[in-house]
């Protein structure tokens, strides 16, 4: 798969170059690479700059505002977080995530998920924020705002993760769930694969506080599994187109 193979059109690029100005007055000198940081983070995660996306240090340090070291000092940090690469001669891209991390994603989710809802008996943690992504993603399916789903549908996941109740795997956890933001930008119609999971994550839901935590459980391994070949069957496609 190419750096060009979802990346972000020229135009919306300079679009988004333009929109990081709004964001220049979270900027203070004690943390300022830090900040820049989480700001490029957000468009990422967001989708503002796509998978396959080339960084501009000149735009991105005019929009800013900062030096291009404190950008790079950024640059390094969004690289360890497995968010961007830098190609030699060629500059900073967006990471587009390969087959291969797609799989090692899912083998994580399905471990962690499914624990936390296998042990919510024991736990007893709260469901109510679990449900409150459902609300919210449900007023984005209402609005046809799929890319607002998608996220709500990561939020969704780290809210079961965060039933083992456990803040150590929550922090190891963060990663993935950015991971897995990246990968969603892969597959090219969020409306398409985020539409029949809501209502599978409203079963999942249901089915645990119904008190079947091993049915939800299993139910969950099995919609991780359609979900992996979903996303699989459309890297083959870009594959294929690039």
Known sequence: MTSASASTPPGAAVEGYAALAAHRGRLDRASRSAQVADIVRDRILDGTF???TRLSEP???AALKVSRNTL???FRTLIEERLVV???NRGVFVRIPSAEDVAEVYKCRR???CAALRDHPRTGADLGPVAATLVRA???AAQGDWTGVGTADVDFH??????NDSRLLDALMSNVWNELRLIF???ADPNAFHHPYLRRNHEVLDTLAGGRAADAADMLADYLGDAESQILAAYAGIDQAY
């Open 86 to 88: 830098h190609e030699l």
């Open 111 to 113: 471990i962690v998920e």
């Open 72 to 74: 790079r000092e950024a």
């Open 59 to 61: 735009d991105i340090c």
């Open 185 to 187: 930008h892969v597959v």
């Open 50 to 52: 796509r998978p396959g």
């Open 158 to 163: 780290r809210a079961v993760t965060a039933l």
């Open 138 to 140: 449900d007023q984005c």
